[in-house]
């Protein structure tokens, strides 16, 4: 089966798109073959965390398609049902952190860049009817993670007010969607116009360039809920934004691990500080059903085909892109 995947090189440069031998699904596993799949930092991040003396891997975290074989005692799904993956494997109830073995799809075992992939039975969830393969594809890890920072962690209410910086990437455009699904007043930051405006025509309150004083341009309006995952070039300025008791929930570092951190001020303003990432298969399950109710649908920004990865992964790189970017596995 034609696949992209990475072995020999460390980086980008070790990404080949070629053939790899397909395998049959074991018990209580099923075979899907792939429509689409979605691509997430979580990939680049992969090129470095794959070792060059390691087996080959196919990379990838999300993706759609339809089951084609099943494998013993495999119950509730059938071939030729229309699927999604849930890229967590071994989280299925709902918990305050993942358990012990808790993997994602696409390492160590193999993902979702390639014609097909398997999974265990439980890890292919029925696609929701208003989705395209397109946007079925690069649903899952993005939107299980902000679901997750949102509501389980942040216990987001209707008419709170959320903070969301460097929006423009997939997680944060689906927090905005879930935020004012759920009622919110949501503020958003970007140093890019497009992206700003973009945010304002989804039905942001207000978008920040995150080059001025936010302060100022809130004008003394303060936050009960900080979504961040920009990291250390945002984390005080987040922390700024919020009312006594508020709370910020971070699920990334793009900008740097380590921050330094005002202890007197934070203690005096009673402030929440919570880690998030990924969500349980329960979790996942609530996702759908939230994004069903509401009809959400992912933000694209493009598609490509597998063997255009050295452009897509360009692209979420440099951080040009405005929502979802995908692959198209079978046209």
Known sequence: MKALFHAEKAGIEGLSYGELPESVPGPGEVRVKLKTAGLNHRDLFTLNRHQPTDPPLIIGSDGAGIIEAVGDGVTGVTIGDEVIINPGLGWKELSDAPPEGFEIVGLPDHGTFAEKIIVPAENAVAKPAHLSWDEAGVLSLA??????????????????????????????TFLLQFALAAGA????????????AKALDLGAKMAIDSSENWEQALGGVKMDLVIESVGAATINQSLKQLRKGGTIVTFGSSTGDMVNLNLREFFYGQFNLLGSTMGSAEEFEEMIQFISKHEIKPVM?????????QEAFQRLDEAKQLGKIGFYIEE
Not at 185 to 196: C, F, G, L
Not at 301 to 309: A, E
């Open 143 to 172: 939107a299980l993670t902000a679901y997750r920072a949102l509501f389980t962690r942040g216990k987001l209410q209707s008419g709170m007010k959320v903070l969301i910086p460097g929006i423009g990437g997939g997680v944060a």
């Open 185 to 196: 007043d949501v503020y958003v930051t970007s140093r890019s116009e497009e992206k700003r």
């Open 301 to 309: 920004d493009q598609m490509y085909s597998l063997d255009q990865y």
